[in-house]
């Protein structure tokens, strides 16, 4: 059998501190590579995977496993940049829900049990994306983000849950969301409570 290996950022146990998981147990597996460039990214240490080391998938999911966790979250970088079967083949026969954060921007792979779909308008979506989106998450710093974000929700499914969430930094942002939820019944906002809590 062909060893696949990753290029791991970080793998952390944590809670899930954004969306419908909020403050679930959750263990992080952080995979190197992003060529999306949000100005705002809170990890751009990730966007070069060639500066992480390798670690097979068995690894991985042995790992997780370790901590017992509710999920195990693979995120980024931009996690679809490789070829995810095999890791979340891994942590499944392992008995372990598997979530993804992604923007969408390469072929989708890999099962999941949810999967949130972040889009950037300065990187288009793969196509593939869209039948598979549980949680919809824009990131909002200006008016023209929430016409992004509406343009985006006609292309899910229509169970999928709705999110805007502010731009850490951009404190316009949050009276921004507010007032259009306020005003557009099908979003909801997200915050990112873990950088409330203080916790990674």
């Not at 793998?11 to 949000?38: K, M, P």
Request: with cysteine; glycine share 6%.
């Amino acid at each position: 059998m062909k060893i696949v290996t990753y290029p791991i950022v970080e793998t952390f146990h944590s809670v899930q501190g954004e969306g419908t998981w909020t403050g679930v147990n959750a263990f992080f597996i952080r995979l190197g590579g992003c060529d999306v460039g949000c100005h705002w990214c809170d990890t751009k240490e990730s966007w070069n995977a060639k500066r992480h080391p390798p670690y097979s998938f068995t690894e991985l999911a042995k790992s997780a496993k370790k901590h017992n966790p509710a999920i195990v979250i693979i995120t980024g970088g931009e996690p679809l940049m490789h070829y995810l079967d095999p890791l979340t083949t891994a942590l499944k026969e392992l008995g372990m829900k598997v979530h993804l954060e992604t923007s969408g921007a390469h072929p989708f792979s890999g099962s999941f049990d949810w999967v949130t779909f972040s889009p950037k308008q300065f990187k288009p979506p793969h196509p593939s994306i869209y039948p598979h989106v549980s949680e919809l998450k824009v990131v909002v710093v200006n008016k023209y983000d929430l016409r992004w974000a509406e343009q985006q929700s006609k292309l899910v499914p229509s169970e999928t849950v709705k999110y805007l969430q502010p731009e850490w930094s951009t404190p316009k942002s949050k009276e921004l969301i507010f007032d259009y939820v306020l005003h557009h019944p099908q979003w909801r906002i997200s915050l990112q409570t873990h950088k409330l809590l203080e916790v990674r």
